[in-house]
Protein backbone atom coordinates (compact mmCIF):
# COMPACT_ATOMS: atom_id res chain seq x y z
CA UNK A 1 0.00 0.00 0.00
CA UNK A 2 1.20 3.16 -0.30
CA UNK A 3 2.85 1.96 1.14
CA UNK A 4 3.84 2.49 1.87
CA UNK A 5 6.67 4.00 5.20
CA UNK A 6 12.60 6.10 5.53
CA UNK A 7 13.08 5.34 9.15
CA UNK A 8 16.37 5.21 9.37
CA UNK A 9 17.27 9.14 9.84
CA UNK A 10 14.38 9.51 12.22
CA UNK A 11 15.26 6.54 14.54
CA UNK A 12 16.18 8.64 17.31
CA UNK A 13 13.40 11.03 16.78
CA UNK A 14 11.75 11.73 20.05
CA UNK A 15 7.88 11.29 18.92
CA UNK A 16 5.19 10.92 21.44
CA UNK A 17 3.28 8.03 19.54
CA UNK A 18 -0.34 7.99 21.50
CA UNK A 19 0.05 12.08 21.21
CA UNK A 20 0.54 11.86 17.54
CA UNK A 21 -2.37 9.52 17.09
CA UNK A 22 -4.12 11.67 19.04
CA UNK A 23 -3.41 14.51 17.17
CA UNK A 24 -4.29 13.35 13.55
CA UNK A 25 -7.77 12.18 14.83
CA UNK A 26 -8.42 15.44 16.74
CA UNK A 27 -7.36 16.98 13.69
CA UNK A 28 -9.64 15.06 11.09
CA UNK A 29 -12.60 15.59 13.54
CA UNK A 30 -12.16 19.15 13.40
CA UNK A 31 -11.97 19.66 9.90
CA UNK A 32 -13.80 18.31 6.48
CA UNK A 33 -11.26 17.01 4.00
CA UNK A 34 -11.02 17.36 0.23
CA UNK A 35 -10.74 14.05 -0.87
CA UNK A 36 -7.34 14.25 -3.27
CA UNK A 37 -6.99 11.76 -6.09
CA UNK A 38 -3.82 10.55 -6.44
CA UNK A 39 -2.54 8.72 -9.29
CA UNK A 40 -1.03 5.92 -7.89
CA UNK A 41 -0.34 5.04 -4.24
CA UNK A 42 3.62 5.27 -2.64
CA UNK A 43 4.53 3.57 0.74
CA UNK A 44 6.35 6.74 1.34
CA UNK A 45 4.87 8.76 3.92
CA UNK A 46 5.37 12.16 3.87
CA UNK A 47 4.36 14.79 6.05
CA UNK A 48 5.82 17.17 9.13
CA UNK A 49 4.42 17.10 12.49
CA UNK A 50 2.57 20.04 14.19
CA UNK A 51 -0.06 20.31 16.17
CA UNK A 52 -2.68 18.44 14.41
CA UNK A 53 -2.20 16.16 10.81
CA UNK A 54 -4.89 18.71 9.35
CA UNK A 55 -2.65 21.33 9.24
CA UNK A 56 -0.20 19.67 6.53
CA UNK A 57 -3.01 17.04 5.07
CA UNK A 58 -4.40 20.73 3.04
CA UNK A 59 -0.67 20.88 1.48
CA UNK A 60 -0.41 20.01 -1.98
CA UNK A 61 3.91 19.37 -1.13
CA UNK A 62 4.44 15.61 -0.55
CA UNK A 63 7.17 16.51 3.06
CA UNK A 64 8.99 13.30 3.91
CA UNK A 65 9.14 15.31 7.46
CA UNK A 66 7.14 13.56 9.12
CA UNK A 67 6.08 10.36 7.16
CA UNK A 68 9.16 8.41 8.12
CA UNK A 69 8.16 9.18 12.32
CA UNK A 70 4.65 8.10 10.83
CA UNK A 71 6.21 4.58 9.74
CA UNK A 72 5.47 3.98 13.49
CA UNK A 73 1.98 5.00 13.73
CA UNK A 74 -1.39 5.13 11.52
CA UNK A 75 -0.26 5.53 8.24
CA UNK A 76 -2.59 8.27 6.48
CA UNK A 77 -2.43 6.86 2.81
CA UNK A 78 -6.34 5.39 2.93
CA UNK A 79 -7.24 7.31 5.48
CA UNK A 80 -8.05 10.47 3.43
CA UNK A 81 -9.30 8.57 0.11
CA UNK A 82 -12.40 6.91 -0.19
CA UNK A 83 -11.95 3.42 -1.10
CA UNK A 84 -13.17 2.64 -4.92
CA UNK A 85 -11.75 -0.72 -5.19
CA UNK A 86 -11.34 -1.80 -9.01
CA UNK A 87 -10.62 -5.38 -8.44
CA UNK A 88 -13.49 -5.95 -6.02
CA UNK A 89 -16.36 -4.53 -8.60
CA UNK A 90 -14.48 -6.91 -10.87
CA UNK A 91 -14.16 -10.08 -9.24
CA UNK A 92 -17.69 -8.92 -7.51
CA UNK A 93 -19.06 -8.85 -11.43
CA UNK A 94 -17.36 -12.54 -12.18
CA UNK A 95 -19.25 -13.37 -8.58
CA UNK A 96 -15.59 -14.56 -7.04
CA UNK A 97 -16.30 -12.46 -3.62
CA UNK A 98 -16.39 -14.90 -0.50
CA UNK A 99 -19.65 -13.41 1.76
CA UNK A 100 -19.08 -13.72 5.57
CA UNK A 101 -21.08 -12.36 8.54
CA UNK A 102 -18.34 -12.52 11.48
CA UNK A 103 -19.30 -10.40 14.56
CA UNK A 104 -17.23 -9.12 17.51
CA UNK A 105 -18.85 -6.47 20.10
CA UNK A 106 -17.05 -4.25 22.28
CA UNK A 107 -18.59 -1.29 24.23
CA UNK A 108 -21.58 -1.39 22.86
CA UNK A 109 -20.16 -1.25 18.99
CA UNK A 110 -20.77 -3.74 16.40
CA UNK A 111 -18.20 -4.52 13.82
CA UNK A 112 -19.10 -6.98 11.03
CA UNK A 113 -16.82 -8.85 8.19
CA UNK A 114 -19.08 -9.15 5.23
CA UNK A 115 -17.14 -10.35 2.67
CA UNK A 116 -13.40 -11.00 1.45
CA UNK A 117 -11.60 -11.72 -1.79
CA UNK A 118 -7.55 -12.88 -2.55
CA UNK A 119 -6.65 -12.50 -5.95
CA UNK A 120 -3.07 -13.21 -6.73
CA UNK A 121 -1.26 -11.20 -4.49
CA UNK A 122 -3.90 -8.58 -3.49
CA UNK A 123 -6.21 -8.94 -0.41
CA UNK A 124 -9.74 -7.14 0.43
CA UNK A 125 -11.79 -7.15 3.00
CA UNK A 126 -15.38 -5.03 3.96
CA UNK A 127 -17.09 -4.42 7.13
CA UNK A 128 -19.43 -2.63 8.68
CA UNK A 129 -19.98 -0.72 12.09
CA UNK A 130 -22.82 -0.47 14.67
CA UNK A 131 -23.43 1.57 17.27
CA UNK A 132 -23.49 4.74 19.21
CA UNK A 133 -20.45 6.35 17.16
CA UNK A 134 -18.86 9.80 17.08
CA UNK A 135 -19.34 11.13 13.58
CA UNK A 136 -17.13 14.02 11.78
CA UNK A 137 -18.41 17.05 10.33
CA UNK A 138 -18.22 15.37 6.88
CA UNK A 139 -20.29 12.39 8.17
CA UNK A 140 -18.13 9.76 8.44
CA UNK A 141 -16.41 7.55 10.97
CA UNK A 142 -12.43 6.76 11.91
CA UNK A 143 -10.86 3.90 12.65
CA UNK A 144 -7.76 2.46 13.58
CA UNK A 145 -6.34 -1.51 13.11
CA UNK A 146 -3.68 -3.93 12.96
CA UNK A 147 -3.18 -6.63 11.20
CA UNK A 148 -0.96 -9.59 11.77
CA UNK A 149 -1.01 -7.79 15.35
CA UNK A 150 0.83 -4.54 13.86
CA UNK A 151 4.51 -6.66 12.78
CA UNK A 152 7.20 -3.93 12.33
CA UNK A 153 8.21 -4.87 8.81
CA UNK A 154 4.81 -5.59 7.09
CA UNK A 155 3.56 -2.61 4.92
CA UNK A 156 0.32 -1.17 6.14
CA UNK A 157 0.07 -3.35 9.58
CA UNK A 158 -1.17 -0.22 11.26
CA UNK A 159 -3.67 1.88 9.13
CA UNK A 160 -6.33 4.81 10.00
CA UNK A 161 -9.67 3.82 8.05
CA UNK A 162 -12.73 5.99 6.83
CA UNK A 163 -15.76 4.36 6.87
CA UNK A 164 -19.01 5.82 5.10
CA UNK A 165 -22.58 5.94 6.33
CA UNK A 166 -25.25 4.06 4.92
CA UNK A 167 -29.11 4.27 6.42
CA UNK A 168 -28.70 1.90 9.43
CA UNK A 169 -24.62 1.58 10.03
CA UNK A 170 -21.08 2.38 8.69
CA UNK A 171 -19.46 0.53 6.28
CA UNK A 172 -15.32 0.24 5.64
CA UNK A 173 -13.26 -1.64 2.93
CA UNK A 174 -9.50 -2.70 3.92
CA UNK A 175 -6.97 -3.47 0.73
CA UNK A 176 -4.00 -4.88 1.09
CA UNK A 177 -1.27 -6.86 -0.42
CA UNK A 178 -0.46 -10.11 1.41
CA UNK A 179 2.69 -9.79 3.16
CA UNK A 180 4.63 -12.61 2.41
CA UNK A 181 6.57 -13.84 -0.90
CA UNK A 182 4.60 -17.15 -0.73
CA UNK A 183 0.99 -17.18 -1.83
CA UNK A 184 -0.77 -19.97 0.18
CA UNK A 185 -3.95 -21.25 -0.84
CA UNK A 186 -6.35 -20.71 2.07
CA UNK A 187 -5.21 -19.12 5.17
CA UNK A 188 -6.62 -16.36 7.64
CA UNK A 189 -4.84 -13.13 8.77
CA UNK A 190 -5.38 -11.23 12.15
CA UNK A 191 -7.78 -8.09 11.97
CA UNK A 192 -8.02 -6.02 15.04
CA UNK A 193 -9.66 -2.60 15.06
CA UNK A 194 -8.14 -0.85 18.11
CA UNK A 195 -10.11 2.30 17.67
CA UNK A 196 -13.64 3.02 16.56
CA UNK A 197 -14.60 6.81 16.11
CA UNK A 198 -13.67 7.80 19.81
CA UNK A 199 -13.95 4.94 21.09
CA UNK A 200 -10.92 2.61 21.97
CA UNK A 201 -11.25 -0.93 22.15
CA UNK A 202 -10.96 -4.53 21.07
CA UNK A 203 -12.46 -5.73 17.90
CA UNK A 204 -10.62 -8.82 16.61
CA UNK A 205 -11.15 -11.71 13.51
CA UNK A 206 -8.99 -14.20 12.38
CA UNK A 207 -10.27 -13.42 8.58
CA UNK A 208 -10.78 -16.59 6.31
CA UNK A 209 -9.33 -15.88 2.67
CA UNK A 210 -9.06 -18.16 -0.35
CA UNK A 211 -7.02 -17.52 -3.22
CA UNK A 212 -8.68 -17.52 -6.10
CA UNK A 213 -6.85 -19.31 -9.37
CA UNK A 214 -3.94 -17.11 -10.24
CA UNK A 215 -0.96 -17.83 -12.70
CA UNK A 216 3.07 -16.76 -12.21
CA UNK A 217 5.20 -16.27 -14.80
CA UNK A 218 9.04 -16.36 -13.98
CA UNK A 219 11.23 -12.68 -14.65
CA UNK A 220 14.99 -12.16 -15.17
CA UNK A 221 15.63 -8.52 -15.92
CA UNK A 222 17.39 -6.00 -13.86
CA UNK A 223 17.52 -2.34 -13.87
CA UNK A 224 20.87 -0.48 -11.87
CA UNK A 225 21.52 3.07 -10.93
CA UNK A 226 25.08 3.00 -10.81
CA UNK A 227 25.72 6.60 -8.39
CA UNK A 228 23.08 6.04 -6.35
CA UNK A 229 23.91 2.18 -5.71
CA UNK A 230 20.95 0.63 -6.37
CA UNK A 231 19.52 -2.10 -8.13
CA UNK A 232 16.47 -3.40 -9.02
CA UNK A 233 15.61 -7.38 -10.60
CA UNK A 234 12.27 -8.28 -11.99
CA UNK A 235 11.59 -11.37 -10.92
CA UNK A 236 8.30 -12.81 -11.62
CA UNK A 237 4.47 -11.29 -12.37
CA UNK A 238 1.67 -12.41 -10.94
CA UNK A 239 -1.72 -12.61 -13.01
CA UNK A 240 -5.05 -12.87 -11.03
CA UNK A 241 -8.18 -12.55 -11.88
CA UNK A 242 -8.98 -8.94 -11.98
CA UNK A 243 -4.99 -7.95 -10.16
CA UNK A 244 -1.63 -8.01 -11.21
CA UNK A 245 1.24 -8.08 -9.24
CA UNK A 246 5.10 -7.46 -9.93
CA UNK A 247 7.52 -8.93 -7.69
CA UNK A 248 11.21 -7.92 -7.61
CA UNK A 249 14.14 -8.05 -5.63
CA UNK A 250 16.20 -4.28 -5.26
CA UNK A 251 19.32 -4.23 -3.34
CA UNK A 252 20.80 -1.00 -1.60
CA UNK A 253 23.85 0.14 0.05
CA UNK A 254 23.98 -0.33 4.11
CA UNK A 255 23.38 3.37 4.19
CA UNK A 256 20.41 3.21 1.96
CA UNK A 257 18.19 0.43 3.97
CA UNK A 258 15.13 2.76 3.94
CA UNK A 259 15.10 3.60 0.12
CA UNK A 260 12.18 2.79 -1.57
CA UNK A 261 11.35 1.56 -5.00
CA UNK A 262 8.76 3.13 -7.33
CA UNK A 263 7.03 2.43 -10.77
CA UNK A 264 5.72 3.65 -13.34
CA UNK A 265 4.29 1.29 -16.15
CA UNK A 266 3.47 1.46 -20.14
CA UNK A 267 1.29 -0.51 -21.92
CA UNK A 268 2.17 -1.51 -25.88
CA UNK A 269 0.69 1.34 -26.73
CA UNK A 270 2.67 3.77 -24.72
CA UNK A 271 -0.94 4.22 -22.21
CA UNK A 272 0.21 4.58 -18.72
CA UNK A 273 -1.04 1.55 -16.47
CA UNK A 274 -2.19 2.34 -12.98
CA UNK A 275 -0.66 0.71 -10.18
CA UNK A 276 -2.85 0.78 -6.69
CA UNK A 277 -0.24 -0.25 -4.09
CA UNK A 278 3.62 0.40 -4.77
CA UNK A 279 6.37 -0.03 -3.24
CA UNK A 280 5.53 -3.15 -0.52
CA UNK A 281 8.01 -4.45 1.24
CA UNK A 282 7.87 -8.09 2.24
CA UNK A 283 11.13 -9.44 3.39
CA UNK A 284 14.17 -7.15 4.06
CA UNK A 285 17.88 -9.06 4.82
CA UNK A 286 21.09 -7.67 4.78
CA UNK A 287 24.10 -9.53 3.27
CA UNK A 288 27.73 -8.14 3.87
CA UNK A 289 27.39 -4.69 3.29
CA UNK A 290 24.22 -4.38 0.92
CA UNK A 291 20.01 -4.76 2.20
CA UNK A 292 18.24 -7.02 -0.06
CA UNK A 293 14.35 -6.06 -0.31
CA UNK A 294 11.94 -8.52 -1.59
CA UNK A 295 8.80 -6.06 -2.72
CA UNK A 296 5.73 -5.76 -4.79
CA UNK A 297 3.29 -3.43 -6.77
CA UNK A 298 -0.22 -3.88 -7.76
CA UNK A 299 -1.72 -2.81 -10.84
CA UNK A 300 -5.42 -3.09 -10.37
CA UNK A 301 -7.13 -5.12 -13.96
CA UNK A 302 -5.45 -8.63 -15.44
CA UNK A 303 -3.24 -7.20 -18.10
CA UNK A 304 -3.28 -10.42 -20.03
CA UNK A 305 -4.67 -10.02 -23.13
CA UNK A 306 -4.70 -6.47 -23.19
CA UNK A 307 -0.98 -5.75 -23.87
CA UNK A 308 1.21 -7.53 -25.15
CA UNK A 309 4.07 -6.39 -22.54
CA UNK A 310 4.48 -3.80 -19.60
CA UNK A 311 7.21 -1.33 -19.78
CA UNK A 312 8.17 -0.60 -16.04
CA UNK A 313 9.91 2.67 -15.66
CA UNK A 314 11.74 2.00 -11.69
CA UNK A 315 12.40 5.04 -9.31
CA UNK A 316 14.13 4.88 -6.29
CA UNK A 317 13.39 7.19 -3.03
CA UNK A 318 16.45 7.57 -1.23
CA UNK A 319 16.59 7.93 1.79
CA UNK A 320 18.69 10.74 3.51
CA UNK A 321 19.19 12.35 7.31
CA UNK A 322 18.64 16.02 7.97
CA UNK A 323 21.67 18.15 7.70
CA UNK A 324 22.12 20.91 10.48
CA UNK A 325 23.89 24.39 9.82
CA UNK A 326 25.30 26.12 12.60
CA UNK A 327 24.43 29.78 13.39
CA UNK A 328 28.37 30.96 13.82
CA UNK A 329 29.03 29.08 10.90
CA UNK A 330 30.64 31.17 7.97
CA UNK A 331 28.08 31.44 4.66
CA UNK A 332 27.95 30.52 2.14
CA UNK A 333 27.29 26.50 3.28
CA UNK A 334 26.27 24.25 0.76
CA UNK A 335 24.07 20.99 1.93
CA UNK A 336 24.02 17.98 -0.60
CA UNK A 337 22.72 14.55 -0.89
CA UNK A 338 24.73 12.10 -0.48
CA UNK A 339 24.12 9.86 -3.62
CA UNK A 340 22.19 12.38 -5.71
CA UNK A 341 22.95 15.35 -7.56
CA UNK A 342 20.66 17.55 -5.21
CA UNK A 343 21.21 20.79 -2.87
CA UNK A 344 20.42 23.81 -0.54
CA UNK A 345 22.68 26.45 -0.12
CA UNK A 346 22.57 29.11 2.54
CA UNK A 347 23.98 31.81 1.39
CA UNK A 348 23.58 34.30 4.23
CA UNK A 349 22.15 34.26 7.84
CA UNK A 350 21.58 37.60 9.45
CA UNK A 351 20.48 37.69 13.58
CA UNK A 352 18.81 40.81 14.50
CA UNK A 353 17.04 41.70 18.24
CA UNK A 354 13.47 40.38 16.67
CA UNK A 355 14.69 37.75 13.98
CA UNK A 356 16.49 35.64 12.04
CA UNK A 357 16.55 35.62 8.47
CA UNK A 358 18.16 32.79 6.37
CA UNK A 359 18.97 33.30 2.20
CA UNK A 360 19.27 30.24 0.46
CA UNK A 361 19.45 28.41 -3.35
CA UNK A 362 17.19 25.50 -3.93
CA UNK A 363 19.00 22.94 -6.38
CA UNK A 364 20.91 25.19 -7.76
CA UNK A 365 17.87 26.25 -9.12
CA UNK A 366 17.24 22.75 -11.14
CA UNK A 367 13.43 22.36 -10.99
CA UNK A 368 13.82 18.89 -12.39
CA UNK A 369 10.50 18.80 -13.73
CA UNK A 370 8.65 20.01 -10.44
CA UNK A 371 6.45 23.27 -10.01
CA UNK A 372 7.57 26.35 -8.58
CA UNK A 373 5.28 25.51 -5.64
CA UNK A 374 6.91 21.98 -5.04
CA UNK A 375 10.21 24.11 -4.20
CA UNK A 376 8.13 26.82 -2.40
CA UNK A 377 6.59 24.15 -0.19
CA UNK A 378 10.22 22.81 0.57
CA UNK A 379 11.37 25.94 1.70
CA UNK A 380 8.78 26.74 3.84
CA UNK A 381 8.77 23.04 5.38
CA UNK A 382 12.06 22.19 5.52
CA UNK A 383 14.30 24.74 6.32
CA UNK A 384 13.72 25.13 9.59
CA UNK A 385 15.24 27.09 12.97
CA UNK A 386 15.38 24.73 15.34
CA UNK A 387 16.94 24.21 19.35
CA UNK A 388 20.07 22.30 18.95
CA UNK A 389 19.41 20.49 21.92
CA UNK A 390 15.71 19.47 20.44
CA UNK A 391 16.94 19.56 16.71
CA UNK A 392 15.74 15.71 16.12
CA UNK A 393 12.55 16.48 17.87
CA UNK A 394 9.56 17.36 15.43
CA UNK A 395 7.19 20.61 17.04
CA UNK A 396 5.30 23.21 15.66
CA UNK A 397 7.85 25.43 13.88
CA UNK A 398 9.10 28.58 14.72
CA UNK A 399 6.36 31.31 13.09
CA UNK A 400 7.86 32.72 10.00
CA UNK A 401 7.52 33.79 6.93
CA UNK A 402 9.06 32.67 3.40
CA UNK A 403 9.93 35.51 0.78
CA UNK A 404 10.75 34.42 -3.28
CA UNK A 405 13.93 36.09 -3.70
CA UNK A 406 14.54 34.68 -7.56
CA UNK A 407 11.59 32.80 -8.70
CA UNK A 408 13.53 31.12 -11.72
CA UNK A 409 16.69 30.52 -9.53
CA UNK A 410 14.90 28.92 -6.37
CA UNK A 411 16.03 31.84 -3.96
CA UNK A 412 14.15 32.25 -0.77
CA UNK A 413 14.30 34.03 2.44
CA UNK A 414 12.61 32.61 5.50
CA UNK A 415 12.51 35.44 8.22
CA UNK A 416 11.76 33.38 12.02
CA UNK A 417 10.12 35.67 14.81
CA UNK A 418 12.29 35.05 17.57
CA UNK A 419 11.11 37.85 19.58
CA UNK A 420 10.01 35.42 22.10
CA UNK A 421 11.99 32.95 22.20
CA UNK A 422 13.57 33.50 25.61
CA UNK A 423 16.57 31.58 26.04
CA UNK A 424 17.68 32.42 21.85
CA UNK A 425 21.51 32.64 21.81
CA UNK A 426 23.32 31.70 18.09
CA UNK A 427 25.12 29.01 19.99
CA UNK A 428 21.85 27.12 21.12
CA UNK A 429 20.35 27.10 17.45
CA UNK A 430 20.75 25.48 14.25
CA UNK A 431 18.91 25.47 10.90
CA UNK A 432 17.50 21.95 10.25
CA UNK A 433 17.42 21.28 6.09
CA UNK A 434 15.49 18.06 5.71
CA UNK A 435 17.12 17.32 2.06
CA UNK A 436 15.80 13.71 2.64
CA UNK A 437 12.61 15.70 1.46
CA UNK A 438 13.73 16.40 -1.62
CA UNK A 439 15.36 13.00 -2.63
CA UNK A 440 12.34 11.22 -1.42
CA UNK A 441 10.06 13.83 -3.99
CA UNK A 442 12.84 13.54 -6.74
CA UNK A 443 13.59 9.93 -7.37
CA UNK A 444 16.63 8.70 -8.76
CA UNK A 445 15.71 6.96 -12.65
CA UNK A 446 16.51 3.40 -13.42
CA UNK A 447 16.72 1.78 -16.83
CA UNK A 448 13.46 0.92 -18.23
CA UNK A 449 12.33 -3.11 -18.35
CA UNK A 450 10.48 -4.69 -20.85
CA UNK A 451 7.95 -7.66 -19.38
CA UNK A 452 6.62 -9.49 -22.02
CA UNK A 453 3.38 -10.92 -21.28
CA UNK A 454 2.66 -13.36 -24.40
Not at 205 to 228: C, M, R, W
Not at 368 to 379: G, L, P
Amino acid sequence: MEKKSFKEAYESINVPKEDVLKAIINGMNRATFNTPKPKKSFKIYVWSIGVAAAIFVASSFISPSISNVMAEVPILGKAYATFNDVIRRNLQSKSLITELNKTTSYKGIDVSITSTYYDGGVVGVTFKVKGDLRIQKDGRVVGFYEIFNGKEGISDSKELVYMEPTENDFIGQIQLSYPKTELPSNTTFPLEFKRIGDIEGSWRFDVPISQLPYETEKIDNQSIQGIAGVQVHFDSIITGKASTAINYTATFPNEGKHDQVRLEAYDDKGNEIAISNDGIDLETIKVNDKIIVKGRSIIPESLKGNTSYIEVHPKVALSQPNQFVSLYEPTPVEIKANRQNLSVKIENITVKDKSFTADFQVNKGDKRNRSFMFFKDFARNDVILVKESEKEIYKEPIKHSVETIDKDELRFRSTFDISELDDFNQSKYVLRVNIGSLSANIPVELEKVKINLD
